[in-house]
């Protein structure tokens, strides 16, 4: 079997950010497909990376997988990454997985090493868009739980991301913290999202303030970047700390694990460099008493099917990410959509990734543009 066309699809979902999918074609009929993470403003430059790796792809057998991506991170790329590489490998990963699993007749997670699990637990995020109150955080809080989930994660801190915030910012993210825990109960799991977007100083003052509240998680407190201020605010939080879906590779996970820098990790199959990738990260993290909960700001089709194979096949894994106003999106143009129970999703067992796409569905959501940034509001908030 043999790769015979590439192509590339970005689809706005009609909210937050266009979605590129990938699929791979060859000369027996069998296809596969893969999706690329993106954000605003970095979506174009995702397909442009497949465009070139296209190249690299046609003529060769799909399921010579883990050959191709050493090919691109040591020749393509001269050994130089960036999100958008990845991104783009991270597509044509899966799709390559796609194709293998459906010519063996298998299921992806049948590739990898089975499954550990026979269903994958989700936590909701994507609910809390539009509530700028304690009391409307609370509300909508309350509709995820009657939704089935018993989990879900949200960003207390209002404003723009800033590194530097003062004590009414601070005070804001606490009372948001404690209106949703009050809405819920106590044996919902919150999940507190911090986007890395925090001084350390803050970071772990907020996390003593909420930490009565008992949070699930502390998502990224500090930027990855500075692993050795992670590590020396996770010292100071109570709360397990999450850190890694701006990390890419095994090579950007390592020095996590040896300075213990994070209690979970959560890369992202659709940046991290594909299936095979999550999973080598996943085994090095199992070594060092770390837990896998894959990042998933991706759609609730090939990205999630992605996550849901490799997640099956770790020990290590916790919980994953669903967005729930993602769901509309996926139930128009995948078959068959994945159908959230009780808080989990049942691991697919149909021969490759478990799902297909209708093109003709896709270009019912076309591509959008974003507007610019604002830089005279930058400029006067200051960084």
């Known amino acids: 079997?043999?790769?015979?066309?590439?192509?590339?699809?970005?689809?706005h979902p009609g909210i937050g950010k266009n979605l590129c999918f990938v699929k791979i074609e060859t000369d027996e009929g069998i296809h596969g497909w893969g999706e690329c993470y993106t954000q605003a403003d970095r979506d174009v430059q995702i397909t442009a990376h497949v465009d070139q790796l296209k190249r690299y792809l046609i003529g060769r057998d799909p399921s010579n997988i883990k050959h191709f991506t050493q090919m691109v991170y040591d020749d393509f790329a001269g050994r130089r990454g960036s999100m958008d590489l990845y991104c783009a490998v991270s597509g044509l990963d899966q799709a390559m997985h796609d194709v293998t699993g459906k010519m063996l007749g298998v299921p992806v997670h049948k590739l990898i090493g089975?499954?550990?699990?026979d269903r994958i637990r989700v936590y909701a995020n994507g609910w809390s868009e539009g509530a700028k109150t304690p009391?409307?955080?609370?509300?909508k809080a309350q509709q995820v739980v009657e939704m089935g989930f018993s989990a879900m994660k949200f960003d207390p801190i209002p404003g723009p991301w800033r590194t530097f915030?003062?004590?009414?910012?601070?005070?804001?993210?606490?009372?948001?913290?404690r209106a949703v825990r009050q809405a819920v109960g106590p044996d919902v799991d919150i999940l507190v999202e911090m986007h890395r977007r925090l001084a350390p100083m803050h970071a772990v003052k907020i996390a003593r303030e909420i930490e009565q509240y008992e949070p699930f998680w502390y998502e990224e407190p500090v930027l990855a970047e500075n692993i050795d201020a992670l590590a020396a605010a996770k010292r100071e939080i109570n709360i397990p700390v999450v850190t890694g879906e701006e990390l890419y590779t095994k090579f950007e996970f390592r020095e996590v694990f040896e300075k213990q820098a994070a209690d979970i990790i959560n890369p992202d199959v659709c940046n991290v460099g594909g299936i095979l990738e999550l999973k080598e990260i996943g085994a090095m993290a199992e070594a060092y008493f770390v837990a896998?909960?894959?990042?998933?700001?991706?759609?609730?089709?090939?990205?999630?099917?992605?996550?849901?194979h490799v997640s099956a096949a770790m020990p290590n894994f916790l919980i994953t990410e669903y967005f729930v106003n993602l769901e509309e999106f996926g139930k128009q143009v995948a078959s068959p959509p994945f159908q959230v129970e009780n808080g989990y999703i049942k691991l697919p067992v149909t021969p490759g990734l478990g799902i297909e796409l209708d093109e003709e569905a896709l270009m019912k959501f076309p591509y959008q543009p974003f507007p610019p940034r604002s830089l005279r509001q930058y400029y006067e908030e200051g960084p």
Do not use: W
């Not at 009391?135 to 509300?139: C, P, R, T």
């Open 114 to 117: 089975g499954a550990c699990r």
């Open 1 to 11: 079997m043999q790769i015979t066309d590439i192509k590339t699809f970005l689809a």
């Open 165 to 177: 915030i003062n004590k009414d910012v601070e005070r804001a993210a606490v009372e948001n913290v």
């Open 135 to 139: 009391e409307a955080l609370a509300e």
């Open 292 to 308: 896998v909960s894959p990042h998933n700001y991706n759609s609730t089709t090939v990205g999630l099917a992605a996550t849901l």
